[in-house]
């Protein structure tokens, strides 16, 4: 997984979010050895890339979910230029709770491979989130 923001300082603060957020679950999960939920902190942490360059960091990507500014223009901009640098596979996915993803997907050539997340908060306690799917011609919203 590579996390991406526009710059390090924005990347740094996510990592300390990200490892406090770890550390609770992980006190939670592990509560009976410690040494096992720094484990896990750690392990996961490793799991995760920091990025400032997202044309990049989609060029091997599977799946792409966007969670920038509630702004349908930017979102449009970043993915149509996320579009141009991803596989012809790889899945789009915006994290909008408010835009009509149909109306984000048409700056992408891949209608059939775009759709939307919606995660309740908080995340670790709400295992709960919302998916919206863009069919060619028609939208639909929908929550699973």
Not at 30 to 39: V, Y
Not at 40 to 49: G, W
Request: aromatic share 6%.
């Amino acid at each position: 997984m590579t996390l991406v923001d526009i710059n390090d300082n924005l990347l740094n603060k996510a990592r300390e979010r990200i490892t406090t957020s770890l550390q609770r679950v992980a006190k939670k999960k592990h509560a009976e050895d410690p040494a096992k939920g720094a484990a896990y902190v750690k392990d996961t942490l490793e799991r995760i890339r920091w990025s400032t360059q997202p044309t990049a960091a989609v060029a091997k990507s599977d799946l792409v979910i966007e969670a920038i500014v509630e702004n349908i223009e930017k979102k449009r901009e970043l993915f149509s230029a996320l579009d141009k640098a991803a596989a012809e596979h790889t899945i789009f996915v915006s994290n909008t709770s408010s835009l009509p993803i149909g109306e984000i997907a048409v700056s992408t050539s891949r209608h059939d491979r775009f759709g939307g997340l919606h995660f309740f908060n908080p995340v670790p306690v709400m295992k709960l989130v919302e998916v919206i799917k863009v069919r060619v011609g028609i939208m639909w919203d929908g929550a699973c």
